[in-house]
């Protein structure tokens, strides 16, 4: 066994707070054709049981097989709301397909509040596809979804095309925010109509 898979090895058993970190594609570097494919059968191994980490972070290793292997444990329905939030993450940024980005925001409309909070923190991360707009602008408007306003306001900001990645993007956009969350559910419609026509809105 060489050190580097030692090294992978030593990340993969680890408990508690170190695997709560979860994996950075420096944990994989160096691995070997045959180590790598070890490291695949390892990580999906724990993701047929429901490692919420493993699902996240096995992207950098993501090859054929691990799509189609992912993919067939969603069609499955196998996991509970939280793990299907992540899976179908993983699915939207290692294949594109707009339809893990719109069962992302099937999983804002779970009756478990706790649930729907946590899609509402994935979507919030991601860039949708714009052919969404008007889906994450529907539950904006829908009296609904209101324990969960905030991430869809940053998602519908990333689709308008203003920037949201860092700390400084969601102070600049934070008064747009606010009025979007304070406006009553029925009149956002024409607000979010400006920010989907490009334009900025002032409070």
Known sequence: MTPTFERFLRRFEAQGRDKADGWSPGDFEGLSS???????????????????????????????????????????????????????ETLWLLTGDAHYARELLRLLDADDVQAAGFAATVVSRLALPGELADEVAARLCDGRHEHIVLPLAQNLLRLAGFPMETTADFQARLPVLRQVIGTDPPRRAALIGQLLAGSDIHP
């Open 34 to 88: 045959a180590e790598r494919e070890r490291a695949r059968d390892l990580l999906l191994a724990r993701i047929r049981q429901g490692d919420t980490v493993d699902m996240a972070g096995i992207r950098p290793l993501a090859d054929a097989r691990v799509v189609e292997t992912l993919a067939a444990l969603y069609r499955e329905g196998r996991f509970n709301p939280v793990q299907t939030a992540v899976l179908a």
